[in-house]
């Protein structure tokens, strides 16, 4: 598998017809165009993540998730523009003809990142030219000719069971990998030997009218919740950890309530060898000896929380636009702009909920941190796929 080679490249004009501002919309608290940039860096061989737009809100949201942006003139930007015009004004402006360019969709908000390794993968090796996102379906087909119904795929006098028949592919619209030259020479996106990638029926939605928009919703809504491509884990103490209550004896002495579940979320991150950082204002030995139990670095007694994640994620080589922080509080809000991946816990403050592109279910000291790392465990699972001419 070719690591960090191909481009990928995403169109997002800002005009839409049946949904407007559909590429701003949220499925699972994230815009469709934040979606897919995420899903495009998540994959091992991707190199760069472009994304083509003529609207500077899609422009800002699309830098804010790590890809670059080409800006796309209003001639390319119409109901009638293709996307292959699009991938193409990109690869002009960018002066850089990689030997792989993947068209990716925004409207297809569930693409696996190991589906995309898989089709980048296969081009690379030359085994296709093209590989296109399909999923199977075992329906029998009818077309009108005129007047006349006709069966594809089948006869009136011989109907087979499922398990008997071949399946038919349906092209999901999602991606498409493509060798550049061939690309460059054909203007299409289809050309030479063209492969298919079967992808998961059940999340092979494409997103046209409101009501797709809403099933995306629900199926998110559904699904076990994944943050993919996380590379460190921060958090805040009181809130996050806590239910942000302490009990003070008389002598001043603090304690908290802890959530045990949240203790086995990060054996697993640990196990992971994910780094976990807790980022506290307070100072206070009940903080240190959480952290020592959970065998995570601390850092206590913290005014300037960004500041302080910054020098951290330096001095560990860790990219912040890949990095979780979640928070509860207004103290918190510096450190939620820095990163890729800013993160709120149920209970927590108006303006981080309104900071964050992810609201946990669970409350600050109910299982919070633990729903967080399982997010994160479930977005490093990947599954094998196939490639099939």
Same mark, same amino acid.
Request: contains cysteine; hydrophobic residues 45%; proline residues 5%.
């Given at each position: ?97 990689? #030997?792989?360019? !993947? ?8 693409? +696996?990142? @190991?589906?995309? =390794? $898989? %089709? ?110 996380? #590379?460190?884990? !921060? ?8 239910? +942000?209550? @302490?009990?003070? =004896? $008389? %002598? ?125 465990? @479930? ?11």
């Amino acid at each position: 598998m070719q690591a960090r080679s191909a481009l990928v490249v995403i169109p997002a004009r800002g005009g839409s017809k049946g949904i407007p501002g559909k590429n701003l919309q949220t499925v699972g608290g994230l815009t469709l165009v934040g979606r897919a940039v995420r899903t495009a860096r998540a994959a091992i061989t991707v190199g760069r993540v472009v994304v083509s737009t003529d609207d500077p809100a899609i422009a800002q949201e699309a830098r804010r998730h790590g890809a670059d942006v080409v800006e796309r003139p209003a001639e390319l930007s119409g109901d009638t523009a293709s996307s292959e015009s699009a991938v193409l004004h990109a690869l002009d402006a960018l002066a850089d003809d990689p #030997e792989i360019t !993947v068209l990716l969709q925004c409207t297809s908000p569930f693409v +696996d990142p @190991a589906d995309l =390794d $898989a %089709a980048i993968t296969a081009v690379a090796e030359a085994v296709h030219d093209v590989v296109v996102a399909v999923t199977p379906t075992h329906d029998f087909q009818w077309t009108l000719d005129g007047d006349t119904v006709r069966p594809v795929g089948h006869s009136i006098d011989n109907r087979p069971r499922r398990q008997e028949r071949a399946p038919h592919f349906r092209e999901t619209g999602a991606f498409y990998a493509m060798r550049t030259a061939g690309l460059r020479t054909a203007g299409t996106r289809f050309f030479g030997d063209i492969g298919i990638r079967p992808v998961d029926p059940d999340t092979s939605l494409e997103i046209d009218e409101p009501g797709d928009l809403e099933r995306a919703r629900r199926l998110a809504a559904a699904q076990p919740q994944r943050l993919t491509g996380v #590379e460190a884990i !921060v958090t805040d103490f009181d809130g996050v950890h806590t239910d +942000d209550h @302490a009990y003070v =004896d $008389a %002598a001043g002495v603090e304690q908290v309530r802890v959530h045990r579940g949240d203790g086995l979320g990060v054996a697993a991150i640990r196990r992971e060898r994910i780094p976990f950082l807790i980022l506290s204002k307070e100072r206070n030995a009940v903080v240190a000896a959480r952290a020592t139990k959970l065998g995570v670095d601390v850092l206590q007694g913290i005014d300037d929380k960004a500041a302080a994640l910054k020098e951290w994620a330096a001095d560990n080589h860790i990219d912040l636009a890949n990095t979780v922080y979640v928070g509860n509080d207004v103290n918190d809000l510096p450190a939620l702009a820095l990163v890729g991946r800013p993160v709120a816990v149920a209970d927590a403050r108006p303006e981080v909920l309104a900071a964050a592109q992810l609201i946990l279910t669970r409350r600050g000291g109910d299982g919070a941190v633990r729903e967080l790392c399982d997010m994160v465990l @479930a977005g490093r699972a990947t599954r094998p796929g196939r490639t099939t001419s």
